[in-house]
């Protein structure tokens, strides 16, 4: 098995090769929350980069509920051309384009000026970042059935639109891995306590998804193999729930790790563990794949083609690039003509272990936005500089974010 091998999917779709942008958030909606065309410049790129599968950043249920401002919503059919046109740039070459749909639950700043919900009453530990997000409100069973509607809802809209599927976001803290850990879970219903409990919401959407769309329209589910936080989401918690995900028509599970408060999926974890430097998590990939009935792909760190050969032959399906997709987005057709191209930031050593996440992201958006503008990557830029960048360019996003609900909520 080598990574530019189709994969077939258990619906019987089929991905080209085994290589996958991962998703990374772009923050660059329009005014009204829809795809923007610097969104389709810069999935245009992808799509002539030689990837098998594009999976898009974060695009929410709720536009109350955003991981940020300037996020992609796709919670009616509105702006439903928009999203087409978007499909269908990232189809043109023949990869499988998924839209990743998510809820950001207490993952969501408080200056958005929206109510937070989330399984419990549980605050974000940022140090001295987590003034930046609320205390967030205790779901009631309304609010949890709504949610689970709404995941479905984007589900169809997503495939009327042309996108030949959906990854359900159960990673990287946002709402459903809040319910999947114990740390920000403390339930004490249906919906918390045992791990089948904390699962419920996850399978839930899962079912509802897929009863609203075709057969051969994709279900996939982001999972954490471990939240990096004693006490939370566990691999022992993940192996289960991945057991739970074999029996229903689940069609691909890939694996990340980590949430804002200790960001794994960027290298660093706060229980003390070691990260291996790339393939992050590949280890409990290998694990993982001798249960899956689904195929599975690993995301974390990968940025040389030696290593996501070796992604493949240790029987995991699919290798998911972000970053050194970011900075090159032709890796694969340069991989495949022979060339050895190992994409990669500066490397971000600041005490502030929080600031320094923030700093990250906010370097390969600044990637992200010269790809938009057909403009060279610069993968030397300051981290310092681009987080200033990004912080000015969200105070503005902000705002514009306001006003358009306070119009949304005064029409209403």
């Known amino acids: 098995m080598n990574i530019f091998e189709t994969l077939t999917l258990p619906n019987g779709t089929t991905i080209p090769n085994r290589l996958a942008k991962a998703a990374m958030e772009e923050n660059m909606a329009d005014c009204e929350q829809a795809p923007s065309t610097d969104l389709f410049n810069l999935y245009q790129s992808w799509s ?3 990837v098998g599968l594009i999976i898009s950043g974060n695009v929410m249920v709720d536009s109350r509920a955003m991981t940020g401002p300037g996020g992609v919503v796709l919670e009616d059919d509105e702006h439903l051309e928009l999203f087409k046109q978007w499909a269908k740039i ?3 070459n023949g990869a499988q384009f998924w839209l990743q749909i998510n809820h950001p639950g207490r993952q969501m700043q408080s200056n958005m000026g929206q109510e937070t ?3 419990s009453a549980v605050a974000l530990d ?3 970042m987590s003034d930046k997000f609320a205390t967030p409100i205790e779901m009631t069973q309304t609010m949890i059935e709504e949610v689970i509607h709404r995941f ?5 809209l997503a495939e009327l639109a042309g996108f030949t599927g959906v990854e359900i976001h159960a990673a990287h803290g946002y709402l459903l891995s809040q319910f999947l850990s114990p740390l920000s879970n403390q339930r004490k219903d249906q919906w918390g306590g045992s791990l089948e409990n904390r699962a419920r919401i996850l399978i839930e959407i899962v079912t509802a998804v897929r009863a609203l769309v075709s057969d051969n329209f994709t279900v996939a589910v982001k999972l954490n193999s471990a939240d990096f936080q004693r006490g939370g989401f566990s ?3 993940a192996k289960q729930v991945v057991e739970m995900l074999n029996e229903l028509p689940v069609d691909l599970v890939e694996l990340s790790g980590g949430s804002y408060e200790a960001p794994a999926m960027q290298g660093q974890a706060r229980d003390g563990k070691t990260l291996a430097r790339e393939a992050y ?12 009935k689904m195929p599975i792909m690993v995301t974390g760190g990968i940025r040389r083609q030696p290593v996501a050969e070796q992604v493949v032959q240790s029987g995991v399906d699919m290798v998911g690039i972000a970053t050194a997709l970011a900075i ?13 191209v190992a994409p990669e930031l500066k490397p971000i050593q600041w005490d502030n272990k929080a600031l320094a996440s923030v700093a990250n992201m906010s370097t390969v958006k600044y990637q992200l936005r010269k790809l938009s503008q057909g403009k060279p990557t610069n993968p030397k830029v300051s981290p310092f500089f681009a987080l200033v960048l990004q912080q000015l360019a969200m105070a503005k996003r902000t705002k514009l974010y306001r006003n358009r609900m306070q119009r949304r909520s005064k029409a209403a």
């Open 48 to 50: 002539k980069g030689g």
């Open 90 to 92: 990232g189809r043109a």
């Open 117 to 119: 919900w989330a399984p």
């Open 126 to 128: 940022l140090g001295k």
């Open 152 to 156: 479905a809802h984007t589900a169809k």
């Open 235 to 237: 691999a022992e918690d």
């Open 281 to 292: 998590f590949l280890e409990f990939a290998t694990e993982i794949r001798k249960i899956a």
């Open 328 to 340: 090159e987005p032709n890796l694969p057709n340069a991989w495949k003509a022979g060339q050895l």
